[in-house]
């Protein structure tokens, strides 16, 4: 089973939205690497976030399409980074960068967010 527990919003020298997360045993696949749902459920609750907690708005994520480029390794801490793509009044459009802690890309991800209080 896998625990997803303390991701924390970072601010440091950046103006777009980003989460972290350091993977914890709990996390681990049959590989020894992070469980690539950890890997996109960061990113989902990276722009799940960002809808409620900077915009304020309501909505659920209609469609989200990962890629993935190296493995997560356990106790190094991840970066989720989101971009902006279109923000309407129902559907708003994000990228998500999911990097380690030395800015090595390990997946991204696009998200298309349905609103639910246009």
Not at 9 to 28: A, C, G, H, M, W
Not at 45 to 60: D, K, Q, W
């Amino acid at each position: 089973m896998f625990k997803f527990v303390g991701a924390d919003i970072v601010r440091e020298n950046s103006d777009k939205f980003q989460l972290s997360y350091i993977p914890t045993e709990e996390n681990k696949n049959a590989n020894g690497f992070v469980q690539g749902g950890i890997s996109y459920l960061l990113c989902d609750e990276a722009v799940g976030r960002y809808v409620v907690g900077e915009l304020g708005r309501t909505g659920a994520a209609s469609e989200g399409n990962i890629h993935y480029y190296r493995p997560a390794v356990i106790g190094e801490k991840m970066i989720a980074t989101l971009s902006v793509r279109k923000e309407g009044k129902r559907l708003g459009i994000y990228f998500v960068e999911l990097t380690n802690e030395k800015g090595i890309l390990l997946a991204d991800c696009m998200f298309t967010v349905a609103f639910t209080d246009y």
